[in-house]
Every structure is written in structure tokens, then in C-alpha cells.
């Protein structure tokens, strides 16, 4: 707990410690921004748990069609061994066996699926991703997207909003305020129902905290989670930022653990 609230990330990349480094260090590498910790599960958990975090939404994009199968066993042992965590698999909309893919995810009741187009290199709408959501809406889990980059469109809201109206019960988590470093945008462009969500990972330490207040109120207190993007910042930090936005105690309660609880259906530990 944090200043007497219950806490979850809903947004944390974790790794197989023998990769952990050169994850991180791929990912510092994409977006040009240091990387606070090294992506390992036990640091995850000693540094998150220490700062106040009780629940950690885990997941890792498949960056390669070869890379599916392991992730997933990967994601799911790490929910097995430890109670506080909560797994998402991946998938690649590339991959020739995407349909057994699939089917291995949902035998290890994994709760969601994490997708990055940045780094799988596919634009949000692309019709090659379309078999993919079917399966994925008729399964009836939600999505993890990334959204949002300033040098590329891949995961621009303007392409899930475009999904969104083709996937009329695809429910999705519209990472980084629902597009990082195109905030405004993404404010103008996606509007939250029943199946939209965004998480506040990776944005707050960009935008002064009236600005990140205006755009949850925008969205709606109801439909936004906390997340921290680990490996990518401190937990005392992302923490601290989201004090620092002023909101109510309710609010406050809602976005740090509630919302996301509710809306996956989690027991409360």
C-alpha cells in the first residue's frame, strides 16, 4: 500500500533473467530514454513492493513470430510462483501459427495479450492483425496495446479507433494515456465505453500534473488504470508523480487498484 491506498501496476514488462539486461537495454535503445531497473522478476517484485505496489499486471511483446511460445510459458510460470502477479501473453499477427498460438495462451489461462506494433513492426488497422482480434474478441480478453510514438504511426489512436469500429467487442487497454507523446491527439480521437481503458504508464513524467489531470478527467476517472512501465521508471517516482496530480480520495482509489480489479474481474488480494 501507498499513503494508505492499495496499489496495482498495470503495466509491467518483465523478462527470463539471462535476457533481462539486453531487453532493457533494447528498449532504452528504441526510444532513447535511460531505463531505471534491469527487468528481472525478483527486482520487479523487491522494488515494487517496497514502494507500496500489491498487484503487478506482468507481459512482454513478442518482438519475433519465434518468440511467442516462450514469453507466454514464461508469463504464465511467473503468475504461478507469486500471488501478486497477474499475466497477459502475447501474440504475433505475422505468425503462420497463430491459431495454435492462441489456443496455447487461453490452456495457460493467461488474462490477457500484450501487443506492441512499434516493435513487431505492423500498423494497428493493418488487415494482417484482423484474424488476430477475431480471436481475441471472441475469447472475450482484453488487449494490452501500446499506443503512441513521434516517429512512426504504427500505434497511432487514430488506427485503433479504426479497429475499435471494425471489433465492436474488443476490449482494449490504451497503453500511455492512449498515445505517447501524441496525448492531444489521443484525447480528441478516443472516447471510452464499456470496452476502452487507458493506463497512465509512461506519461506522467512528460506532461505537468494539471495537464495529466485534464486528460483523466477527459477520459474519465472510471475507465483509467495506474501503471509504472517497468523497466522504464522508479516506482517511488511514478508513484509520487500520480500524488502530485491532487486528486480526490476516491479517485485516487479508483485509478490505483479498483478500476483494473474490477474491470478483469480479479480477486482482491
Not at 52 to 70: K, M
Not at 122 to 139: G, K, L, T
Not at 176 to 187: Q, R, T, V, Y
Amino acid at each position: 500500500m501507498k499513503n494508505g491506498y492499495r496499489v496495482v501496476d498495470a503495466h509491467a514488462h518483465i523478462f527470463p533473467d539471462k535476457i533481462a539486461e539486453k531487453a532493457s537495454e533494447g528498449i532504452s535503445t528504441f526510444y532513447h530514454l535511460p531505463v531505471e531497473y534491469h527487468g528481472k522478476v525478483a527486482e520487479m517484485l523487491q522494488n515494487g513492493t517496497q514502494a507500496g505496489i500489491d498487484r503487478f499486471l506482468i507481459c512482454s511483446p513478442a518482438t519475433a513470430v519465434s518468440q511467442v511460445h516462450a514469453i507466454n510459458t514464461f508469463q504464465a510460470s511467473c503468475e504461478a510462483a507469486y500471488q501478486m502477479c497477474t499475466a497477459f501473453g502475447t501474440l504475433h499477427p505475422k505468425s503462420v501459427t497463430l491459431e495454435a498460438d492462441f489456443e496455447e495462451l487461453i490452456r495457460l489461462k493467461l488474462h490477457g495479450v500484450k501487443l506492441h506494433p512499434d516493435f513487431q513492426k505492423y500498423a494497428i488497422d493493418s488487415p494482417i492483425a484482423y484474424p488476430m482480434y477475431e480471436m481475441i474478441q471472441s475469447a472475450g480478453l482484453p488487449v494490452l496495446m501500446h499506443m503512441g510514438d513521434k516517429r512512426t504511426d504504427f500505434s497511432h489512436p487514430g488506427r485503433l479507433s479504426v479497429v475499435l469500429r471494425q471489433f465492436p467487442k474488443l476490449r482494449v487497454i490504451a497503453a500511455h494515456l492512449g498515445g505517447w507523446g501524441c496525448w492531444k491527439e489521443a484525447s480528441e480521437i478516443l472516447h471510452p465505453d464499456e470496452r476502452l481503458r487507458l493506463d497512465t504508464s509512461s506519461s506522467t513524467a512528460f506532461m505537468p500534473p494539471e495537464i495529466v489531470r485534464q486528460l483523466i478527467y477527459g477520459y474519465g476517472v472510471e475507465n483509467c488504470f495506474f501503471g509504472v512501465d517497468y523497466p522504464m521508471w522508479k516506482y517511488e517516482d511514478e508513484l509520487n508523480r500520480f500524488f502530485a496530480l491532487g486528486l480526490r480520495e476516491n479517485e485516487n482509489r479508483a485509478i490505483l487498484a479498483e478500476n483494473l480489479e474490477r474491470w478483469l474481474n480479479l480477486a482482491v488480494i
